[in-house]
């Protein structure tokens, strides 16, 4: 009986239950290149809040920061978007992969807000006017935690598998879209995760 209430609490000391709360943040940089004269950076922070309301399972907020630089020599111009927002998410735990390692899946519900600002680089063609555009996004994805102590983990989190996005312009232009992302590691995130 001793041994077993023993192995019970080892079983506890990582994870999550009811009541915890967990705080984390987390980093997604990237460039890619589509040919030779287009190509992209970005990069973002999400910080993180989310509460238990049962073992396994939290709900919880995000924030979003970002910064996309887009190059297009074609076109004669740069395009820089400073992006802002928030979401709500939904996160289970689902599996356990030994006893530090835990996975799980999320669903996110946000909007954000993206500012672009254009510069000529050759002035081939006219420069278009500062603009922005609004985004409410659906999407699920799935991670892993790693606990470094009972209390900190590593969270990698592949944000986008499956989204539909719902994009509003300036001129009232509407676009609606669904994406699988299987395969797109521009959907990684890194970061960390703290439980009090």
């Known amino acids: 009986m001793i041994v077993g209430m023993a192995t019970a609490q080892e079983k506890k000391t990582f994870g999550f239950a009811?009541?915890?709360?967990?705080?984390?943040?987390?980093?997604?940089?990237?460039?890619?290149?589509?040919?030779?004269?287009?190509?992209?950076?970005?990069?973002?922070?999400?910080?993180?809040?989310g509460y238990f309301i049962k073992d396994n399972f939290a709900v919880g907020v995000n924030?979003?920061?970002?910064?996309?630089r887009s190059e297009n020599e074609a076109m004669?111009?740069?395009?820089?978007?400073?992006?802002?927002?928030f979401s709500a998410f939904g996160r289970y735990y689902f599996w356990e992969l030994g006893k530090?390692?835990?996975a799980y899946n999320q669903v996110n519900l946000g909007y954000n807000r993206r500012n672009s600002k254009y510069e000529n680089i050759n002035f081939k063609y006219p420069t278009p006017e500062d603009s922005h555009r609004d985004v409410c996004k659906l999407n699920a994805g799935v991670g892993v935690n790693y606990f470094i102590t009972k209390n900190l983990a590593l969270n990698f989190y592949l944000s986008d598998?499956?989204?539909?996005?719902?994009?509003?312009?300036?001129?009232?232009?509407i676009e609606k879209k669904v994406e699988l992302n299987l395969n797109n590691f521009y959907s990684y995130r890194f970061g960390i995760v703290y439980k009090f």
């Open 63 to 68: 924030l979003g920061l970002g910064y996309q």
């Open 100 to 102: 530090r390692f835990k």
């Open 161 to 173: 598998l499956i989204e539909y996005t719902y994009t509003k312009e300036e001129d009232n232009k």
């Open 76 to 85: 004669g111009r740069t395009e820089k978007e400073y992006i802002y927002g």
């Open 18 to 49: 009811k009541n915890d709360m967990l705080l984390g943040g987390s980093l997604n940089c990237f460039t890619r290149k589509y040919d030779d004269d287009h190509s992209t950076f970005y990069c973002g922070v999400s910080p993180t809040l």
